[in-house]
């Protein structure tokens, strides 16, 4: 069960990291929030380098610039798509990213039993439903946050594929590739644009707290990926719009919508079949 436990932590990390950045990026450019918060992120890895057991192979290293570069893209994209449109359009087309890993785990042989593959159903359906989809009213909806949220559901499928394959050589060397690679190409933006998007000192503290969230969500996903099947990791990883949505509601006081809170029940109840099967 150690597997799913990880998983399980990475999508509750992943949920607060995901509303601790959408909250900044009402005030700070989000390519600075996503920038900024994973240099800050690849200096505490760097600092712990020393202390990493070797990697077992070279594998993780492509694996680790895929993440890197497909993960920061999909999150410029969805905080751009929430800057057109509603979270009620955007979380639920982002969320179906877990497709991604699922069919790659299906297509690689992997063979969850009958109760888990209804738990991966449900828990699927659950976390889409919990972002809170009502396409109707959303007339001021543009037509840029649906293909930026759709930008984003592939970025965020590529990058948890890519984590999973890197950590079967090393979880914490692919972290640091992959942080690598993203503070290079936004440090190579920050360079050409001769700007880091307004970020004050202040703003530090906060963002180095975002970053490291995030980097310990993936983290998290790395290693529940070499205890158990892809399917069935990435999918309880996934279920970071129900912590998003639950946030959402203690601290902005937003109040859930009857499919959200279905959407909630129904992820528990994926998780329930998981854990069962």
């Known amino acids: 069960m150690i597997g799913p436990l990880l998983a399980l932590g990475s999508a509750l990390t992943w949920g607060v990291a995901d ?9 700070l450019p989000s390519a600075a929030v996503v920038g900024v918060s994973q240099a800050c992120s690849l200096v505490a890895l760097l600092v712990l380098l020393p202390f990493m057991p070797a990697p077992t192979s070279s594998g993780w290293i492509g694996w680790a610039i895929v993440a890197g570069l497909a993960g920061s893209g999909a999150l410029v994209c969805f905080y751009r798509a ?28 992997e063979q969850p039993r009958t109760l888990q593959v209804a738990g991966i159903v449900a828990a699927i359906t659950g976390a889409v439903l919990a972002s809170g989809p009502e396409l109707r009213g ?28 890197g950590s079967a050589s090393s979880p914490m060397f692919t972290m640091v590739g992959m942080r690598s690679a993203s503070v290079a190409a936004f440090g190579v933006a920050a360079i050409v644009l001769r700007s880091v998007g307004g970020v004050r000192p202040g703003d530090l503290p906060k963002l180095a707290l ?16 070499t205890m158990g099947l892809l399917s069935i ?29 279905a959407g909630v029940v129904l992820a528990f109840v ?4 998981i854990a069962g099967g």
């Open 270 to 273: 994926g998780v329930g079949l």
């Open 19 to 27: 509303f601790s950045g959408g909250m900044l990026s009402r005030r």
């Open 82 to 109: 929430l800057a057109f449109g509603t979270v009620g359009v955007v979380s639920p087309i982002s969320a179906l990213a877990v497709s991604i890993p699922v069919i790659a785990g299906f297509a690689a042989g």
């Open 233 to 261: 990791t990435a999918v309880l990883s996934a279920l970071y719009p129900v912590v998003t949505v639950g946030l959402a509601a203690v601290i902005l006081h937003e109040r859930m919508k009857p499919v959200q809170i």
């Open 138 to 165: 959303e007339q001021h909806v543009k037509q840029q946050a649906i293909w930026y949220a759709l930008a984003a559901a592939v970025g965020f499928g590529i990058t948890m594929l890519a984590i999973a394959r």
């Open 210 to 225: 975002l970053g490291l969230g995030d980097v310990t969500a993936n983290a998290l996903l790395g290693f529940a990926t």
